[in-house]
């Protein structure tokens, strides 16, 4: 007697397979637009790539499909609701921009012109993100095709951001424009990737970030080291010292009240990142670095996904030509970046490094400090209803378990987070070899159809365990 999830597998599976094809066709022409956001020769590509995203979102089957103007490129949204009024309302985000690409830079075949070698497709975008965002587009078809549906098991909304990979710079501005249409009690983000092909992840957690400059000025220009050096004081060796002063012999970074609100690891997230199969010495490799360091007491990849870190990114002063000029420099400066996580409040943490800074600078030195525009950290529980629905809709995609990583970069998910008040979710098939932002960029169709699949499967899963009460 055949089991009713097995059965279910089978008809989307069938039903994938059947229109695999017309699938792949759809993304090639997508993929052949080259919406390149950081190129203002490229404007017109990018509301192309919108139009035609809206277009195939309606022929999809989505009764809503809009294009949003921003000040700058725009957005996609897209909503089809379901008919059940219990069911949740589920928003997918992802970005069709992509990032800049030509033959020259190294592409064994136009990055605009897909082409599949090996199973595996190439063309700037396949990966990121427009590969993740179209497998929603089959995914939502399989699901309707298997259950018998007209509507989602869910009401779902997608925004598909059109300058991500320039920043986002009016992402925020849109979403809170746009909030009331944007509601929604979960959040899923194709943006994103598994640990390796052979290992299933599902990521549960982004760091937010916090960035600063700090100008010092001493002498109001360059003076003479030999008649006052000694004598006054100088910026230069001022930011060494504030940069030596950052952390402890530890690791761990000593601006006061830096870890206020930080969500430790728990016993069993730290048990679940040890499962991984990491290989310190390949990471290392990748990382063009020759010895691990970082917080004492944690692993590497404790580091990177959930703990707060503080980092230099640029440091400068005084003369830098060839040979030597004996001054003592009128100013030096340094720039900082702050990756924050769960539980940590951006505008704490600047209000710390500035109380700090006034505390290490000496007399005779006057200071500036300049933050950017701060992203929160986002994190969802292991036991949250959407984030387990996820995991078996992907564990029935791939048949394997499915293990749990977090992401140690930073991105705007964070700021439909902050503005709706749902967790944000990550449902992502990209592997590290696709080489995001390198040419050569590529997704393998295998785990693209995974995708679609997994997409397949969510919908009914979520709908089926975590429901409104009426």
Not at 35 to 56: G, I, Y
Not at 148 to 165: D, F, N
């Given at each position: 007697?055949?089991?009713?999830?097995?059965?279910?597998v089978?008809a989307?599976?069938?039903?994938?397979?059947?229109?695999?094809a017309?699938?792949?066709d759809?993304?090639?022409?997508?993929?052949?637009?080259p919406?390149?956001s950081a190129q203002p020769?490229?404007a017109?590509?990018v509301?192309?790539?919108?139009?035609?995203l809206?277009?195939k979102?309606?022929?999809?089957?989505?009764?809503t499909?809009?294009?949003?103007?921003?000040?700058?490129?725009?957005?996609?949204f897209?909503?089809?609701?379901?008919?059940?009024?219990?069911?949740?309302?589920?928003?997918?985000?992802?970005?069709?921009d992509v990032?800049p690409?030509?033959r020259?830079?190294?592409?064994?075949s136009?990055p605009?012109e897909?082409?599949?070698?090996?199973?595996?497709?190439?063309?700037?975008?396949?990966?990121?993100d427009k590969?993740q965002?179209?497998?929603?587009?089959l995914?939502?078809?399989?699901?309707?095709?298997a259950?018998?549906r007209?509507?989602?098991?869910v009401?779902?909304?997608?925004?598909?951001?059109?300058?991500e990979?320039?920043?986002s710079p009016?992402?925020?501005?849109l979403?809170?424009?746009?909030a009331?249409?944007l509601?929604a009690?979960?959040?899923i983000?194709?943006?994103?990737?598994?640990?390796?092909?052979?290992?299933?992840?599902v990521?549960?957690?982004?760091?937010?970030?916090?960035?600063?400059?700090?100008?010092?000025?001493?002498?109001d220009?360059?003076?003479?080291?030999g008649?006052?050096?000694?004598?006054?004081?100088n910026?230069?060796?001022?930011?060494?010292?504030?940069?030596?002063?950052?952390?402890?012999?530890?690791a761990r970074?000593t601006?006061?009240?830096?870890?206020?609100?930080?969500i430790?690891?728990?016993?069993?997230?730290?048990e679940?990142?040890?499962?991984l199969?990491?290989?310190?010495?390949?990471w290392?490799?990748?990382?063009?670095?020759h010895a691990?360091?970082?917080?004492?007491?944690?692993?590497t990849l404790?580091r990177?996904?959930?703990?707060p870190t503080?980092?230099?990114?640029?440091i400068?002063?005084?003369?830098?030509?060839?040979?030597?000029k004996?001054v003592?420099?009128s100013?030096?400066?340094?720039?900082?970046?702050?990756?924050?996580v769960a539980?940590?409040?951006?505008?704490?943490?600047?209000?710390?490094?500035?109380?700090?800074?006034?505390?290490?600078?000496?007399?005779?030195?006057?200071?500036?400090?300049?933050?950017?525009?701060?992203?929160?950290?986002?994190?969802?529980?292991?036991?949250?209803?959407?984030?387990?629905s996820v995991?078996?809709?992907?564990?029935?995609?791939?048949?394997?378990?499915?293990?749990?990583?977090?992401?140690?970069g930073?991105?705007?998910?964070a700021?439909l987070?902050?503005?709706l008040?749902?967790?944000?979710?990550?449902?992502?098939?990209?592997?590290p070899?696709?080489?995001w932002h390198?040419p050569?960029e590529?997704v393998?169709?295998d785990?693209?159809?995974?995708g679609?699949?997994?997409s397949?499967h969510l919908?009914?899963?979520?709908?089926?365990?975590?429901?409104h009460?009426?």
């Amino acid at each position: 007697m055949s089991h009713p999830v097995d059965n279910a597998v089978s008809a989307v599976r069938t039903y994938i397979e059947r229109h695999r094809a017309a699938f792949l066709d759809d993304l090639v022409d997508w993929l052949r637009i080259p919406s390149v956001s950081a190129q203002p020769d490229h404007a017109t590509d990018v509301h192309r790539s919108a139009d035609w995203l809206a277009a195939k979102l309606k022929e999809t089957g989505f009764p809503t499909a809009e294009v949003w103007p921003t000040e700058g490129a725009p957005a996609v949204f897209a909503e089809w609701p379901s008919a059940d009024p219990q069911a949740p309302t589920i928003l997918v985000y992802g970005h069709h921009d992509v990032q800049p690409a030509a033959r020259e830079d190294g592409w064994n075949s136009d990055p605009f012109e897909p082409v599949v070698r090996e199973n595996r497709l190439y063309a700037r975008g396949a990966a990121d993100d427009k590969g993740q965002v179209f497998f929603h587009t089959l995914g939502v078809r399989a699901h309707l095709a298997a259950t018998g549906r007209t509507t989602p098991a869910v009401s779902l909304k997608l925004l598909i951001e059109g300058e991500e990979e320039s920043g986002s710079p009016h992402f925020r501005a849109l979403v809170d424009e746009r909030a009331e249409r944007l509601t929604a009690d979960a959040v899923i983000v194709s943006d994103t990737g598994m640990w390796s092909e052979d290992t299933p992840t599902v990521c549960t957690g982004m760091r937010g970030l916090a960035e600063c400059e700090i100008r010092l000025h001493g002498p109001d220009q360059d003076i003479h080291s030999g008649s006052f050096g000694g004598a006054v004081p100088n910026p230069a060796t001022a930011v060494a010292r504030l940069v030596a002063a950052l952390h402890d012999e530890h690791a761990r970074v000593t601006i006061p009240g830096f870890y206020d609100g930080v969500i430790e690891l728990t016993d069993r997230e730290r048990e679940l990142f040890a499962e991984l199969p990491f290989d310190e010495r390949q990471w290392l490799h990748t990382a063009k670095s020759h010895a691990a360091h970082g917080e004492a007491g944690h692993t590497t990849l404790e580091r990177v996904w959930a703990r707060p870190t503080a980092e230099v990114n640029g440091i400068g002063g005084g003369y830098q030509g060839p040979g030597s000029k004996t001054v003592i420099p009128s100013s030096a400066m340094v720039k900082l970046s702050f990756r924050l996580v769960a539980g940590q409040d951006p505008d704490h943490v600047e209000k710390a490094v500035r109380a700090w800074v006034v505390e290490q600078v000496p007399a005779g030195i006057r200071c500036g400090v300049t933050f950017s525009g701060a992203t929160r950290p986002c994190l969802t529980p292991l036991d949250h209803p959407a984030l387990q629905s996820v995991v078996r809709a992907m564990g029935r995609a791939f048949g394997k378990p499915v293990r749990f990583t977090r992401e140690g970069g930073s991105g705007p998910a964070a700021d439909l987070q902050e503005v709706l008040g749902a967790p944000v979710l990550f449902l992502g098939i990209s592997v590290p070899s696709d080489g995001w932002h390198a040419p050569d960029e590529k997704v393998e169709l295998d785990l693209l159809l995974k995708g679609v699949e997994t997409s397949a499967h969510l919908w009914g899963d979520l709908a089926e365990h975590w429901r409104h009460e009426p």
